[in-house]
């Protein structure tokens, strides 16, 4: 089962916020999420990751979250995924995403992935 909102919306998921429309899909949420958590400049470590797929400027983030479900913020919107559920094409850089751990705001500081965003196109709130 999936959810998939209107384009163009900002979608607030539990306590990360994502704005696709500013994502430029740099990879720095990637990063520096890794480094936060096992003190790595790494892409296979994160619990984000950058999402791909073969067309020319089209780019987005995945995000584990702790139910296990995926945010999948891609150019059209964003979309949760449940475990088990459909994934609309494309992949995540390195490592499976089913072999990263799942976010956990940083332990309740203040989310990397967000401090690091030269889009802003993270936040933090929300329900
Ligand atoms: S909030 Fe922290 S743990 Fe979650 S994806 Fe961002 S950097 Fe990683
Ligand atoms: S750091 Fe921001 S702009 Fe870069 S990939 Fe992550 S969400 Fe997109």
Redesign the pocket.
Known sequence: MCHQPDIGTVVSVP??HMDTSKCSGCGA?EV???F??EGLFSTVR???MLHMEDRVDYFGIV??RLDGSMLLGRPEGIEIVTPGGPASGGAATSKPVMLR???????G?D????A?CPRDA?S?GGD
């Open positions: 306590q990360i949420c520096a999420c890794a936060q958590r994160g619990s984000v995000l584990k751990e799942p976010c956990d705001l940083c332990g500081g989310p990397w992935c967000v690091f993270l933090v």
